[in-house]
């Protein structure tokens, strides 16, 4: 009897024991660090083609207080340890064992945003990017001609050409894996606008009513005159009377702008040169939204030929040159 105790009885005992403890440790919240939270959780990444022992490595090494042998070893019992995925992943307090591994087989990466804004120069985006502490770096020393090349652009000029969205990507992903998804994002945009043009307007091609949604994007102050203010611009467009938009020479100027625009500045000739140049820009002048894509293809029908700003935001438009002249005196001049 105390042989068959010693060879079956104690034996079972422990493995029931042992099943238990495994059981309470597998659903048991792990012991993760005091500076850990809900808004501050623990980080860790693991490196694409990682075994399951290197992912557990990777996750004791973060500072979760468990032995790596234990939960690679937990990874090899559940019979998922060949779907761990790699990524970026995050553990709040109250993840267990089991569900870690959910997360891990499921490929629930920590996420981040990453935000570009409408009328911002691409330049301007880039760098928002490039300061963000949740995305890899990849774009570092790179001019935007050589940006674009990275993106699989080459000769394609930077500006216009990334749709202004907040992108929700996994931590770590590049910022030229953004800009990839933004400029994808900016041809179906531009595409779907083009194809709900208005047959009758004055614009020939998709690129130029990217350039076109570019100077309204500039310029509209307030959402309700939008559309007016395409119908201003495709006005003139149509009968080729100068844009003498401001944006336009701004964005030409370039770093030599402090704030001030000067009418020297609209006397000097340049590409972008509104005042002294009829027709469009070579290129667009800022990153256009949606509203301003479909404002450019679909513009107001209106008799208005000029608009001023009232100084809260909102236009004064005006059909002759007497009545802007008017608007002027009163919103500017204030006589």
Known sequence: MRLFKYLVVYPLLLLGLATMAAHWWVHHPLSLPATVSDSAPLEFEIPAGSSARAAANRIEAAGVNASAELLYAWFRLSGE?????????????????????????????????????????????????????????????????????????PGVHPEGRFFPDTYRVAKHTPVSAVLRQAARAMDERLAQAWAQRDPNG???????????????EKETGMPADRDRIAGV????????????????????????????????????????????????????????????????????????????????????????LDEHNAAVRRFILRR
Request: charge should be positive.
């Open 81 to 153: 340890s060949r779907d761990i995925k790699a990524g970026v992943y995050e553990i709040a307090p109250g993840t267990t064992p089991r569900s870690l591994l959910g997360k891990l087989v499921r490929g629930e990466q920590a996420m981040t945003h990453a935000l570009i804004v409408e009328g911002w120069t691409s330049s301007q985006a880039i760098d928002a990017l490039r300061r963000s502490p949740d995305l890899r770096q990849d774009l570092e020393g790179l001019n935007l001609a050589q940006v674009m090349e990275r993106i699989g652009r």
């Open 202 to 216: 004055p614009l020939q091609s998709p690129e130029q009513a990217l350039i076109l949604a570019s100077i309204i």
């Open 233 to 320: 611009f495709s006005n003139r467009l149509r009968i080729g009377m100068r844009l003498q938009t401001d944006p336009s020479v701004i964005y030409g100027l370039g770093n030599a702008f402090n704030g001030n625009l000067r009418r020297q500045h609209l006397d000097t000739d340049s590409p972008y040169n509104t005042y002294t140049r009829a027709g469009l820009p070579p290129t667009p002048i800022a990153l256009p939204g949606e509203a301003s894509l479909m404002a450019a293809v679909r513009p107001a029908r209106t008799n208005a030929m000029y608009f001023v700003s009232r100084g809260d935001g909102s236009s004064q438009f005006s059909a002759t």
